[in-house]
């Protein structure tokens, strides 16, 4: 039987983004969560696998308490069960952070898995990190922004895009893909579907004792990379106003900006109007 | 005195090389930041027969390049460059480690800074030294709504990846001299546990608009597929791109590989000009590095209007028409 993982994270939706101003983390716990995107083609293609070779899904979740509602929603899918990693100790961890806790979940409730399926990015914090990383903490191969996956015995084939070239990838098991999402389709789930998986709960949670984490262990603490400060993209500039008639708007604008024109495109141009 | 441990590498993602100059862009930032380090500007060059390549990263800026150069590694090969890398680190300690955001060096990166157990941060958009000497690395994140700054206070080296046209390259050089360390591959690199069956370039795309210096901007108030093929016009007459709002490409006017401000496309031209775009926050978070920002629009309070350098309040398509003429007769041939 074929035994897979998928790692799922819960998003916010609103753009109204509530931000710890203390630590520059976003504060989950404020915000209205779905799963993210990617994650759910991630998933649809372990569906699929599943359904060609009698295989079972079990899916993990790392986040505050909130983020059981996307395990509720795998599970509507299709998955077998979830495992929800909540504590927080693991608050505010980095990519580092996070892929060393779920390997550790991933080492204790599934040790025997043949394929970890990852979404290729998260479409909050956007790093792309977490599923290469989390390949290197369990020490087996990976490959990101696979496509299409077809299974072989003990390897799998994979088609992806990367830098102008398709490539036909064959990579031994067990091992990782993070999915893009250009293949695979996420099945839509009725609410009526969530709810009912709501009603036979089989999800797991786990802190941070249960994984045996260091008991030292602050995520937001350990992480090496720490953020010193968030912003909004600034608009500040000089902004020169040319209004009225659009022929001598242009006349002036090559006037006063001919020679910045010109130089963008590495030509003289003639600057000054003849009489 | 210049001190190893204090030195700035920058992998050598040399494939798709000329049109993918994100290393030479980060040579050009290394070579502004290692005054404050106090250290040498490195690139790493991984593969087979890259001489040329070598020769190209001492001409823009390289002062030393360390290369591993064998048949085995022919191919880009995540596997061996990640065993390749940490060895060569652990080796030489490096203070920071800059890796081209590339599909290859955004899957690369990660792998690489967790097995030097260091901090990595993705896709920046800017990167300096602070006052304690540590790099401050910008990384945007919610589809470039929120800016990030980041530090790696306590492991090194420091990891970044960065968006290809953030750093503006220096010119080439024939005369720069540098320092070449060759090394050979190690015996007992692994096995493969991923390998490359078949790899084929996809169709050619044409110029990119991530290094070019003058984009051509159109939004949905050009009016019309028809009225927008003077963008197009426009962005030939001054051997520039087109650029295109999601709006536009979704209407058919234009390419989806036109878009800005999707999928990390991130532009960084000397001169944009923006015909008919109001300035959704996806669009514009793409052009924050735009040295300067000519805008098009009827409406003075568009958010694209409010962050040009130029606002030119007018009909977009009645513009355009006009700085086409105005261009044309202004080359001096």
Redesign the interface.
């Known amino acids: 039987m074929l035994n897979l993982v998928v790692c799922i994270k819960q998003v916010p939706i609103v753009?109204e983004?509530p931000?710890d101003s203390k630590t520059?983390t976003l504060r989950r716990e404020l915000a209205e969560g779905m799963m993210n995107p990617s994650c759910k083609h991630a998933l649809e293609a372990a569906l699929q696998l599943a359904d060609q070779h009698n295989g079972k899904i079990t899916v993990f979740s790392m986040g505050p308490l909130m983020a059981e509602e996307v395990l509720y929603e795998a599970v509507a899918m299709g998955a077998d069960r979830g495992v929800l990693l909540t504590d927080k100790r693991m608050a505010g961890a980095?990519?580092?952070i996070t892929?060393l806790i779920l390997a550790r979940a991933i080492k204790k409730k599934c040790p025997d898995f043949d394929l970890v399926l990852c979404g290729d990015q998260t479409?909050?914090?956007?790093?792309?990190?977490?599923?290469?990383?989390l390949?290197?903490?369990l020490g087996?191969?990976?490959?990101?922004?696979a496509e299409k996956l077809d299974l072989a015995t003990h390897a799998l084939?994979l088609e992806r895009?990367?830098?102008?070239?398709?490539?036909?990838?064959?990579?031994?098991l067990p091992?990782l893909v993070t999915i893009s999402p250009h293949y695979y389709v996420p099945r839509h789930v009725s609410l009526g579907g969530v709810q009912q998986a709501f009603d036979y709960p089989n999800v797991d949670t786990l802190g941070a004792d249960d994984l045996g984490l260091d008991p030292g262990l602050v995520a937001l603490k350990h992480?090496?990379?720490?953020?010193?400060?968030?912003?909004?993209?600034s608009?500040e500039?000089?902004?020169?106003?040319?209004?009225g008639a659009?022929?001598r708007?242009?006349?002036e604008?090559?006037t006063r900006?001919?020679d910045?024109?010109?130089?963008?495109?590495?030509?003289?141009?003639?600057?000054h109007d003849h009489p | 005195m210049k001190t190893l441990n204090h030195d700035i590498w920058v992998f050598g993602d040399y494939r798709n090389y000329f049109q993918n100059r994100v290393t030479l862009q980060l040579l050009a930032r290394a070579g502004e930041l290692a005054p404050k380090t106090g250290g040498s500007i490195c690139a790493i060059v991984f593969g087979y027969d890259v001489g040329e390549y070598v020769a190209e990263y001492i001409a823009h800026g390289a002062e030393k390049v360390y290369v591993v150069d064998h048949p085995q590694l022919k191919q880009y090969s995540i596997e061996a460059y990640t065993g390749l890398m940490e060895r060569l680190v652990e080796a030489h300690r490096p203070e920071i480690l800059l890796i081209g955001a590339t599909c290859f060096g955004k899957e690369y990166a990660p792998k690489v800074a967790k097995r030097l157990k260091t901090g990595l941060s993705a896709d920046c958009i800017d990167l300096d030294i602070n006052k304690d000497g540590l790099m401050i690395q910008t990384s945007p994140s919610f589809g470039g709504n929120l800016i990030a700054e980041i530090l790696t206070p306590n492991n090194k080296p420091q990891v970044a990846t960065v968006r290809a046209g953030t750093f503006q390259e220096i010119p080439h050089n024939a005369d720069a001299k540098g320092e070449i360390i060759s090394m050979s591959i190690p015996d007992d690199l692994p096995m493969e546990r991923v390998r490359l069956i078949r790899s084929e370039r996809l169709p050619k795309k044409g110029h990119k608009i991530e290094d070019t210096s003058v984009v051509i901007c159109g939004g949905r108030g050009m009016g019309s597929k028809q009225k927008f093929k003077k963008i197009f016009e426009l962005a030939h007459l001054m051997d520039g791109e087109v650029g295109a709002t999601r709006p536009v490409v979704h209407a058919g006017w234009s390419g989806p590989n036109t878009l800005v401000g999707q999928a990390g496309r991130q532009i960084s031209p000397k001169i944009l000009i923006s015909f008919g775009i109001s300035g959704a926050i996806q669009h514009t978070a793409a052009l924050g590095d735009a040295d300067f920002i000519i805008a098009v629009n009827k409406n003075p309070n568009a958010t694209m209007m409010k962050m040009a350098d130029v606002a030119v309040v007018a009909d977009a398509n009645q513009a355009c028409l006009a700085i086409i003429k105005a261009i044309k007769e202004k080359i001096q041939i």
């Open positions: 753009s983004l931000w520059g980095d990519t580092h892929s479409s909050d914090s956007e790093t792309a990190q977490v599923g290469p990383q390949a290197e903490e087996i191969p990976g490959v990101a922004n084939c895009q990367t830098d102008d070239f398709l490539e036909i990838l064959e990579m031994d091992g992480s090496p990379t720490k953020i010193i400060r968030v912003y909004s993209p608009t500039k000089e902004n020169i106003v040319l209004k659009v022929k708007i242009v006349n604008l090559f900006f001919g910045r024109i010109g130089g963008a495109m590495s030509k003289d141009l003639k600057t």
